[in-house]
């Protein structure tokens, strides 16, 4: 055994196996940190942590062009779990108000949330009014309440939920803070009876606009849509006077163009009939659709939008062409208008940013020649508690 730990011991006997891509890696670190400390002290630390700075601030701008990038810090409401069953029998259908997460504190203060759920089945043929669950004072509210409404099994087909998470004020002043809008026409309560998910919670809908907007298109080869505003009737007003100045804005996501027609004063029955030109190949009608936003122009107070049609491109034939009315309705969170407003908003403020730091020349990095900015920039369904009708 002595002998043994003898040659255990023995540095002659022991093979040291060389890493010889750790060690050249290890030599590069090494070579970089010589590097980076003659540029301190070159340069000194101050101008050190000001191209820093600079690089960072770049960084961030850039990020805000990266297209996967579509969500707004503050635009998103949170969600609610609910879930559905409809008897068929008695005609009835429930609804189970679960619970919420992720609610966005619009409060300063960052309070505690005191929220109830209000829900409403549209159309409401029985006049059964909305439902309410109790008031839970928590930033993650669970409520476990069943809802009950009368409903023919026929008309189904055209009822929706409206579901609304209420934030309640002792002043009265109840503020919404998300909302959620549920075609029951989706759901084939014959195969599968109950139906649970969680759904976004959007900004509050206008369900008051019903209007209806005239419109045609007309395609000219080789890359030419025409686009024409009729008209418009029956718009919903917003003013004291019952009236309106509508006018319309059209555009078409994922180009430069954007029209807009003359403005119609005092009516809610105005006619354009202006038409406008999109520079745009047949090859691209797949990706791309068009969007009519009727406004109202207030002078003295900020616009008013009277609704929205979106027409897809992919169903239109260049061959006919297009010509009819269409429902105007708050598409506000619709998914493709959510995309084009939060982009917008985001190139917006870059070039607000941009702007800013070239009128104070700042970061000093964009004003530098190309060599020297390339040494600063890096590389149980019924469990609830009660049920309500």
């Known amino acids: 055994m002595g002998a043994s730990n003898s040659r255990s011991n023995d540095p002659e006997s022991i093979k040291v196996h060389q890493n010889l891509n750790k060690i050249r890696h290890l030599t590069d670190i090494l070579t970089l940190k010589s590097e980076h400390q003659k540029q301190i002290l070159q340069r000194g630390w101050d101008k050190h942590e000001e191209n820093m700075q600079n690089a960072q601030i770049l960084k961030g701008m850039f990020k805000k062009l990266d297209p996967t990038v579509m969500h707004v810090p503050g635009e998103d409401r949170g969600e609610i779990e609910l879930s559905f ?40 043929h029985r006049s ?51 909302e959620t ?70 555009s078409i996501p994922g180009t430069h163009t954007l029209h807009q027609t003359k403005v119609c004063e005092k009516t809610l029955d105005p006619t354009w009939i202006e038409t406008f030109e999109f520079e745009m190949y047949e090859e691209e009608f797949e990706n791309r659709y068009v969007v009519f936003h009727v406004i109202d122009k207030d002078t003295s107070t900020c616009n008013d939008s009277l609704g929205q049609v979106v027409i897809n491109l992919k169903d239109f034939n260049p061959e006919t062409g297009l010509n009819g009315s269409f429902p105007l309705g708050d598409l506000k969170n619709m998914k493709h208008l959510r995309s084009q407003m939060h982009t917008n908003k985001m190139a917006q403020e870059f070039k607000e940013a941009l702007l800013a730091h070239s009128l104070a020349r700042a970061p000093h990095a964009i004003f530098k020649s190309h060599s020297e900015c390339d040494s600063v920039l890096p590389k149980g369904w019924f469990s609830g508690s009660d049920t309500h009708h």
Request: hydrophobic share 40%; with cysteine.
């Open 128 to 178: 059964q009014g909305p439902g309410m669950t109790k008031i839970v004072r928590t930033n993650t509210p669970r409520y476990d309440e069943i809802f009950t409404y009368k409903i023919d099994g026929a008309d189904l087909g055209e009822a929706r939920l409206i579901a609304q998470v209420v934030d309640h004020s002792l002043g009265g002043l109840d503020e919404i803070l998300g």
């Open 85 to 124: 069953k409809y008897d068929f029998a008695k005609e009835t259908l429930m609804i189970k108000v679960i619970k919420c997460r992720d609610l966005r504190n619009t409060d300063l203060r960052s309070k505690m949330f005191e929220t109830f759920v209000r829900l409403q089945v549209m159309p409401d």
């Open 181 to 250: 809008i549920i075609d029951l026409k989706n759901f084939n309560f014959q195969n599968d009876p109950v139906h649970s998910a969680w759904y976004s919670l959007n900004a509050e809908t206008d369900l008051s606009i019903k209007s209806q907007l005239q419109v045609s298109m007309a395609f000219q080869t080789p890359n030419t849509l025409l686009v024409t505003v009729h008209g418009a009737n029956n718009l919903s007003p917003r003013d004291e006077d019952g009236l309106a100045d509508p006018f319309v804005k059209i």
